[in-house]
């Protein structure tokens, strides 16, 4: 995977994971290698969210109101 990746890219790559793993076709060496660049995917894309939750958190100041409720 590309480490420049945008967040979209990456949610479109792992759809097109997820489908040729669901298919059931590919050989055993095949299906561990998508399985491992779909881990990969996830946590890109889980990274690249977090990232964003944080931005918005901050710029609206709600990340201060989350902390109190917890």
């Known amino acids: 995977m590309k480490e420049k990746m945008t967040f979209e890219a990456s949610l479109a790559r792992l759809e097109?994971?997820?489908r040729e793993l669901e298919g059931g076709k590919a050989p055993l060496d095949q299906t561990l290698s998508l399985f491992e660049e779909g881990k990969t995917l996830v946590?890109?894309?889980?990274?690249t969210l977090t990232e964003a939750?944080?931005?918005v958190l901050k710029v609206t100041d709600i990340g201060e109101v989350v902390e109190l409720e917890k």
């Open 16 to 18: 097109q994971v997820v």
């Open 43 to 47: 946590a890109h894309c889980e990274k």
């Open 53 to 55: 939750e944080q931005k």
